[in-house]
């Protein structure tokens, strides 16, 4: 009997893997993010406050019946940076960029006041106002050098820390698509 209930619990213990497998299998990818950051400016030191973030929509138009916060997070503080006003839409080929309101980015939708770091890490998010459940997109720059006067970091992969040095292009969009 014993012999018996174990064969009986295996087989279910495989049945049961067997189903999470095709369950798993079938399930459908996650929904894209309506919204990504392209290019993060972090100054530099000849430069300091060419700091300014670009949004793009990542598909088609995006309307969001919801205040969506740019946030910036280094040096273990979070620093809002702006919000992306509910009702706001912007279409394939539109750019959303909030800049340091010294960097002399005229182009921008919005400004905010704090330096971002061009030396340590810095996470930049866009999450729901005001609760911040679930992010609608994240990028992390791993820099640990200073750019060069005229560069920006660009997202070169849908992933959140594919970022590589490039020329500044304030308020344009990509080249490539969203799935760079």
């Known amino acids: 009997m014993k012999r018996i209930l174990s064969a009986l619990a295996a087989a279910a213990s ?5 189903l999470g497998a095709a369950g798993t299998a079938q399930a459908a990818p996650p929904p894209p993010k309506p919204l990504i950051i392209t ?3 972090t100054g530099t030191f000849n430069t300091p406050l060419r700091d300014f973030i670009e949004i793009v929509p990542s598909g088609g138009p995006v309307s969001f019946t919801y ?6 997070t280094f040096a273990g503080q979070t620093h809002p940076l702006g919000v992306i006003p509910a009702g706001t839409i912007l279409t ?3 750019v959303y960029t909030v800049a340091n ?10 400004f905010f006041n704090v330096n971002l770091p061009a030396n340590i890490p810095i996470e930049v998010r866009l999450v729901p106002a005001p609760l911040p459940l ?3 997109d994240a990028g992390f720059i791993l820099q640990t050098f200073p ?8 997202r070169t992969w849908v992933t959140p820390s594919t970022f590589a040095p490039g020329p500044e292009t304030p308020c344009v969009p990509p080249v490539v698509g969203p799935e760079l």
């Open 67 to 72: 205040d969506v916060a740019v946030l910036a």
């Open 14 to 18: 495989i049945a049961g893997l067997a």
């Open 134 to 136: 679930a992010p609608v």
């Open 39 to 41: 290019e993060v400016a």
């Open 92 to 94: 394939p080929g539109m």
């Open 101 to 110: 309101i010294g960097s002399g980015v005229a182009c921008a939708q919005q």
């Open 147 to 154: 750019l060069s006067v005229g560069e920006s970091y660009h």
